[in-house]
């Protein structure tokens, strides 16, 4: 359990010390965090039982014990099952609760509400949720040794699991090199060398702006700077191969092997090189994304990340390579 | 902290240009640009590709 408190706290921190944020001292209280039990600080039940009611209780319990008379409960994820409960058993002191996760929403997809546009919406990401985000959760409930043994014995499987757990960190250049900078810095790995293939190469550059002392050396394939003149948009014959929602094989693997341009042009420029195993494997991947919106959402931040931006003097070398 | 800029001659999707472009603004950057290949360049090319880079990580700085 962690306790921040606002008479204990040096820090800055707006909730413990808000006269240092354009607050006054009254508007300061207390974070209780306790761990769930078997996760994070908390140590490993020693009997099986400890379902989110008799978690609920214990807080409750804790609450009392700390001499907290009045307080409200916040939970996310496992711990919104627990704050749910919380609420259900009404307890004296509680008096509201907050959650950022719907279990039981989720649960019951069918009876909910999809009158007003918000409603349609929430369903929408609930049930891409279901059907295309919750692998990790089967994955951990009912075969935890499986992927226990690649956590432990690679740093690639355990990166690639943390990224996944996260599925919104696919969509934004900022949020990837965020998670990969966290990765860095939990494993302890001091200067890394980054390699970084397309909008991966974006994420890379952004790893190096933002932390460059992580980064020993760094491989940029298919790459541009950030702000540079006509990034912000594909060239019509890119969008019309890959970007529109009926793509054509041909058109598709163009644009990552030349083999296929129309003849004329083949005849000027000959792809001798182009071995037919990495057209043939690009042609069965061809469209398997994770989820059916990933590939639009990606080139859409990836365009936005690399477009010119008018008022950022980073970017002052880039816009006067134009003339 | 030193940099590695690549791309395929005829990648459609992120011209090579922005690669000379790139290691331009990057001080002491190298630059490769393989022949006959687009957005794919680094599988067509894998050999020559991994050679490259890790003679790059392996170099002295």
Same mark, same amino acid.
């Given at each position: 359990m962690a306790r921040l408190g606002h008479r204990a706290a040096g820090g800055r921190r707006p909730v413990t010390d808000p006269a240092a944020h354009g607050g006054t001292a009254e508007d300061a209280f207390d974070l209780v965090l306790p761990s769930l039990p078997g996760? =994070?600080?908390? =140590? &490993?039940?020693a009997e099986t039982g400890w379902d989110p009611g008799r978690i609920a209780r214990t807080w409750v319990e804790l609450m009392d014990r700390l001499g907290y008379t009045r307080y409200v409960a916040q939970g996310g994820d496992q711990g919104a099952a627990v704050t749910d409960a919380m609420g259900r058993q009404a307890p004296a002191g509680l008096a509201g609760i907050h959650l950022n996760f719907l279990r039981e929403a989720l649960g019951n997809v069918g009876g909910l509400p999809a009158d007003s546009g918000e409603e349609r919406a929430a369903l929408a990401a609930m049930n891409t949720f279901r059907t295309s985000g919750s692998g990790y959760f089967l994955e951990q409930a009912t075969r935890p040794q499986t992927i226990g043994y690649a956590l432990l014995d690679s740093p690639v499987a355990l990166a690639a699991w943390m990224l996944d757990h996260d599925t919104d960190s696919y969509y934004t250049i900022e949020q990837m /090199?965020?998670?990969a900078i966290a990765f860095i810095t939990a494993k302890e790995l001091g200067e890394a060398d980054l390699l970084g293939f397309s909008i991966g190469s974006f994420v890379a550059q952004q790893i190096a702006l933002v932390r460059p002392a992580i980064v020993r050396r760094l491989v940029l394939a298919s790459s541009a700077p950030q702000g540079a003149a006509g990034r912000h948009g594909w /060239?019509? &014959?890119?969008? =019309? /191969?890959?970007g529109t929602p009926k793509t054509s094989p041909e058109a598709y693997l163009d644009v990552f092997s030349p083999g296929q341009r129309p003849a004329a042009e083949q005849a000027r420029k000959p792809c001798g090189a182009c071995p037919q195993g990495l057209r043939t494997g690009m042609r069965q991947r061809r469209g398997r994304h994770a989820k059916p919106n990933m590939m639009g959402l990606l080139l859409g931040d990836s365009q936005s990340w690399a477009a010119p931006a008018a008022d950022c003097p980073r970017h002052a070398g880039v816009r006067d390579e134009r003339r | 902290?030193?940099?590695f800029v690549t791309n395929g001659d005829s990648d459609p999707m992120i011209l090579p240009r922005y690669s000379y472009l790139l290691v331009g603004l990057i001080p002491r950057a190298q630059v490769k640009i393989y022949p006959d290949s687009a957005h794919g360049f680094l599988f067509q090319h894998h050999a020559a590709f991994a050679g490259d880079v890790e003679a790059f990580l392996t170099s002295a700085s």
């Open positions: 996760y =994070g600080f908390s =140590g &490993e039940p /090199a965020r998670d /060239a019509p &014959e890119v969008i =019309g /191969a890959i | 902290m030193q940099a």
